[in-house]
């Protein structure tokens, strides 16, 4: 079984509607992260969290929040999609303390009609 | 902002031939990682380097360190179909502390049999 997984994989919704993107982990990390890819673009931080009760904006918080439910729970939220937030959205975990490496969940591809 | 700047954007080769990316800074880095991502999937880490001047392989791929620590390189002998996809280098935004990572725009690799 994948350690970091990723659900829906694929979404299509309408502009203004609230969409949520769940991330779970059975790697016991304590740091997680999401993630936006857009072609050309590559990966950029859009919310992190070293533990439950910590949660930091990325480059790119804007229009979005997070709920870091558990340890292996991590969901990002869109309070009202809009079509320019149609890209890639990765999960990342790591261990944290002294380990810069991060593992990526298989991604969610979701679309703002 | 740091900010990693990866190179060739794309490359288009025959089957067998090698291959050569780059990564470069303007910004010291402690941490190299690189990474490939699969079509449709998450990206995976290949290799990581944490010494200046560092050379690690992993099969057919080898990175390597920048001694002025402000680049990287990663090669690719005697490709195959497979090695398809985007190839990210990543390094630990400054400071480090927060163990955030900073990635490069990726380069396209596609392979031709």
């Known amino acids: 079984d994948a350690d970091v997984t990723q659900t829906p994989r694929n979404r299509i919704t309408k502009t203004g509607k609230r969409i949520m993107l769940e991330c779970s982990q059975t790697k016991g990390h304590d740091r997680m992260y999401w993630y936006r890819q857009d072609p050309g673009l590559g990966l950029r931080l859009i919310y992190y969290?070293?533990?439950?009760?910590?949660?930091n904006k990325g480059e790119i918080s804007d229009g979005y929040s997070v709920s870091r439910q558990a340890q292996a729970k991590f969901s990002l939220s869109l309070e009202s999609a809009i079509p320019n937030q149609t890209a890639l959205y990765f999960c990342?975990?790591?261990?944290?303390?002294?380990?810069?490496?991060?593992?990526f969940g298989p991604g969610t591809r979701l679309t703002v009609l | 902002g740091q900010q990693l700047n990866q190179s060739p954007q794309s490359m288009f080769i025959q089957e067998g031939e090698d291959v050569s990316m780059n990564c470069t800074s303007s910004s010291i880095f402690n941490t190299w990682l690189w990474y490939k991502q699969d079509p449709g999937e998450g990206p995976v880490l290949l290799i990581a380097?944490?010494?200046?001047?560092e050379l690690t392989s992993n099969g057919r791929l080898t990175a390597q360190f920048g001694i002025t620590r402000k680049d990287s390189f990663l090669n690719i002998s005697a490709s195959i179909p497979s090695d398809v996809g985007i190839y990210f280098c990543?390094?630990?935004?400054?400071?480090?502390?927060?163990?955030?990572?900073?990635f490069g725009k990726g380069t396209l690799l596609t392979v031709n049999p």
């Open positions: 990342a975990t790591s261990v944290g303390t002294g380990a810069y490496t991060q593992y």
């Open positions: 969290s070293f533990d439950v009760k910590d949660i």
């Open positions: 380097l944490y010494k200046a001047g």
């Open positions: 990543a390094g630990p935004v400054s400071g480090g502390s927060n163990y955030k990572l900073t």
